[in-house]
């Protein structure tokens, strides 16, 4: 199984497997989608965020859709956020290809906010590489992740017919 080390201890662990399919290699949790012949909605998108007293917090969307800061304030009741640096991630998390880091913020020590929209399917992540794609059921990433589940995204209404914009 291609995944990161720490991600294949805890599958191995909870008797838990997830598929891990090849794609093109991509940067962007768009991309991943696109490569992967997958509705963006499906595919997870790992954001990692700081406060003002530099913890540090994972927050997983779907890839079609933009973090809302604001939501995650309230949530978490952090007054200041912001997005972490490339630094930042390549200290926290070692083991992955920058950007790729799966969301399990349990195996790095970190809170995780997964907005709900997720819940509707099964989820694809990236599991720390830019060439593959991991899937699982969501009640078995729920089982092993442990997520707080509440809106991080900025999900877009569909429009509906005879509306503009």
């Not at 992955?96 to 349990?106: H, K, Q, R, T, W």
């Not at 899937?135 to 509306?163: C, D, I, N, Q």
């Amino acid at each position: 199984m291609a995944v990161n080390e720490r991600l294949s201890e805890l599958l191995r662990q909870r008797g838990a497997a997830c598929e891990v399919v090849p794609h093109r290699e991509t940067f962007t949790s768009q991309e991943v989608a696109q490569a992967s012949h997958l509705s963006g909605r499906s595919v997870a998108k790992v954001v990692v965020l700081r406060d003002e007293m530099r913890d540090f917090l994972m927050a997983v969307l779907p890839a079609s859709e933009h973090i809302e800061i604001e939501a995650l304030r309230r949530i978490t009741g952090r007054d200041q956020l912001e997005i972490a640096g490339e630094e930042d991630l390549r200290r926290l998390f070692p083991d992955c290809e920058l950007g790729a880091m799966p969301p399990f913020g349990n195996l790095y020590g970190l809170p995780l906010f997964v907005d709900p929209c997720l819940r509707e399917h099964d989820i694809w992540f990236q599991a720390g590489n830019h060439h593959e794609i991991a899937r699982m059921s969501f009640e078995t990433y729920s089982r092993l992740a442990r997520p707080y589940v509440g809106a991080a995204a900025r999900v877009r209404k569909p429009l509906r017919r005879g509306s503009s914009g």
